[in-house]
């Protein structure tokens, strides 16, 4: 991994200098994917959506002044560097409104979802509140992501089209509507037939929590494999 020069920037709160790490190239290993669109495996990004390091704030990053990316090391070598918001920043930051426009509300309830995917994901359960929490937030993010798509439709490229209509199917059969899943599938291009299938295999038992999702190819035992109309993985013969 090739490291650049960190870029600065100063909290909004209490103003002491935090620096993001840039990347100036990087190799990724055992990468996973999943049905919420989160990726493991990749080096660890500065989310946009962060944390300053010293008082414990939350901000959107893109709003904030950044100073020059090539200071001098001198510059920034006591600077720690801006934390990763953890699942209490993210209820906090949907609660308090922390989201000043419809894409930073989108932000914020995406990282709250995903982090909350995080606990189902790792093999555990919600209890109920957490479900409660995860219900709600979901429905407010799918009535923000519709709103987003019928904006998008005429101006994005098909790829950003087609990847945040997996996004309101996945938002959908979070919320149990497998029946809706199923139809905004078949409006899904033949190239994510592959994926469609795991979504529908879910949808057919019932199942709404997140899913790794499985390419050809990608066991370590380096057999092929393929997903069946259940959504099942079958090796080749
Ligand atoms: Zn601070």
């Known amino acids: 991994m090739l490291f650049a020069t960190p870029t600065i920037y100063y909290c909004p709160s209490c103003n002491k200098p935090m620096l993001k790490t840039n990347y100036r ?5 055992g990468s996973a994917s999943y049905s919420d669109g989160e990726r493991t495996g990749c080096p660890g990004f500065t989310p946009n959506l962060a944390k300053c ?3 414990g ?3 959107f990053l893109h709003n904030l002044w950044a100073k020059k990316e090539d200071a001098p090391p001198e510059e920034y070598r006591y600077c720690k560097n801006i934390a990763n918001p953890v699942l209490a920043d993210y209820i906090k930051a949907v609660e308090q409104g922390l989201a000043k426009t419809a894409d930073e509300e989108i932000e914020a309830r995406t990282c709250l979802w995903r982090t909350l995917n995080n606990i189902t994901r790792n093999g555990g359960s919600f209890g109920s509140d957490t479900m409660k929490l995860w219900e709600d937030n979901c429905e407010k993010l799918l009535s ?10 005429r101006t994005a490229e098909l790829d950003a089209i ?3 209509r997996i996004t309101i199917i996945e938002l959908k059969r979070s919320l149990g509507r497998f029946d809706e899943v199923l139809q905004a599938l078949k409006e899904l291009p033949e190239s994510c037939d ?6 529908a295999g879910k949808c057919k038992k019932q199942d709404r929590m997140v899913f790794k999702v499985r390419y050809k190819n990608d066991n370590p035992e380096g057999d092929n494999y393929f997903i069946d109309e259940d959504g099942e993985e079958r090796l080749l013969p």
């Open 25 to 29: 190239s990087y190799t990724v290993h």
């Open 53 to 55: 390091p010293n008082c």
């Open 57 to 59: 704030a939350v901000f």
């Open 144 to 153: 923000l992501q519709e709103q987003k798509l019928k904006e998008i439709t």
């Open 162 to 164: 087609n990847n945040l």
């Open 194 to 199: 592959w994926l469609a299938r795991q979504f």
